[in-house]
């Protein structure tokens, strides 16, 4: 079975940092994407990330370019979502996904992902 758990949530000043880590099992890790996805409370869940699988290529939301940066380790079967200089607007229910597309295929479509570990919690105090 396809297994996502995405841990290193917790609490962090705004301006500080955190890194998530997306452990997955259960499938052949290079043939899937694997987005990051963040809900906050009383807001749709939207695309924060993701990579692909083949070159490693990645995109980021808008609002997060330039401050996280996503990763996949080949070794770990686990992808890192780095996020630095951390908003309060970042604050959110953080989910990583999963699913087979052909090589450097990026999306951050909700739909496009069938995969979904639970989330992590990312509180960002002001």
């Known amino acids: 079975d396809v297994q996502l758990q995405a841990s290193g949530g917790g609490l962090v000043q705004a301006g500080g940092s955190l890194r998530l880590s997306c452990a997955a099992s259960?499938?052949?890790?290079?043939?899937?994407?694997i987005g990051w996805f963040r809900q906050a409370p009383g807001k749709e869940r939207e695309g924060v990330s993701c990579v692909s699988n083949g070159d490693g290529s990645t995109y980021y939301a808008d609002s997060v370019k330039g401050r996280f940066t996503i990763s996949r380790d080949y070794a770990k079967n686990t992808v890192y979502l780095q996020m630095n200089s951390l908003k309060p607007e970042d604050m959110a229910v953080y989910y990583c996904?999963?699913?087979?597309?052909?090589?450097?295929?990026?999306?951050?479509?909700?739909?496009?992902?069938?995969?979904w570990g639970q989330g992590t919690q990312v509180t960002v105090s002001s």
């Open positions: 996904a999963a699913d087979r597309r052909p090589r450097r295929y990026l999306t951050t479509l909700i739909q496009d992902y069938n995969y």
């Open positions: 259960g499938f052949t890790f290079d043939d899937y994407a």
